[in-house]
């Protein structure tokens, strides 16, 4: 079955570095490819999406672009702030199969310090 | 727009009991989906309504149901509860099930002693 995989938490960065956050997945179709983030106390809200193979999304400075070839999704952003630190979660769906649900990495541990 | 809003947010229920979570979607969205999250499990599917009928449903036991009423709203249900019930439990809701305009609610806390 489908499956996603990210790198393991905690990441601990410095305000203003470069932010990756790696996701790989398998997928027996072409699937849509998200990144999820959570804050603490809160729900999911969704940061970015791609559809397509070579398509990116961006939002709020991040970036990312789904890699037909690689089977990746990475994450990245060029500058993060305190206001970042928060749980990512990358996630894939293939409608194609009939399954109107969401398949979610387990997510990645992002703290940044001042 | 008012957002997902799900009731209660804290929960606290023995084991053997059952416990009703409730989930009012986006005003308009007619697609409602429930997730459950643990430490150790993730984020995993548990069901999807769509106009008062089931859609999709995750592996989850049949202590877990789920419906829909004629306004959108939605409920989940959890019978006979185990240590394991332990999670947060995620709605969202969508126009028609497009994952890609999905909208997830904070979350009901659940904790069984």
């Known amino acids: 079955g489908d499956s996603v995989t990210q790198m393991e938490g905690p990441v601990t960065l410095s305000e203003e570095a470069f932010l990756t956050i790696n996701c790989t997945y398998t997928a027996t179709g072409y699937p849509s490819l998200f990144w999820y983030v959570q804050y603490p106390g809160e729900g999911l809200q969704l940061l970015l999406k791609a559809t397509k193979a070579d398509d990116k999304g961006s939002n709020k400075g991040f970036e990312a672009t789904y890699r037909k070839e690689t089977t990746s999704f990475h994450l990245e952003k060029g500058s993060v702030q305190v206001s970042d630190s928060a749980v990512y979660f990358c996630a894939l769906s293939d409608i194609r199969t009939g399954r109107r649900a969401l398949t979610f990495g387990s997510g990645t541990r992002l703290q940044v310090q001042p | 727009k008012a957002g997902v809003t799900q009731t209660p947010r804290y929960l606290i229920k023995t084991r053997g009991q059952q416990v009703t979570l409730s989930c009012s979607p986006i005003?308009?969205?007619?697609?409602v989906s429930w997730y459950q999250q643990t430490p150790g499990q993730g984020l995993q599917f548990l069901f999807e309504y769509f106009s008062e009928t089931q859609r999709n449903k995750g592996n989850f036991p049949g202590r877990f149901s789920g419906r829909q009423f004629s306004n959108s709203r939605s409920e989940m249900n959890v019978s006979t509860l185990e240590l394991g019930d332990s999670a947060l439990y995620l709605c969202a809701s969508s126009l028609s099930g497009d994952l890609e305009t999905q909208y997830f609610g904070p979350g009901t806390r659940l904790l069984v002693l």
């Open positions: 005003s308009g969205h007619r697609s």
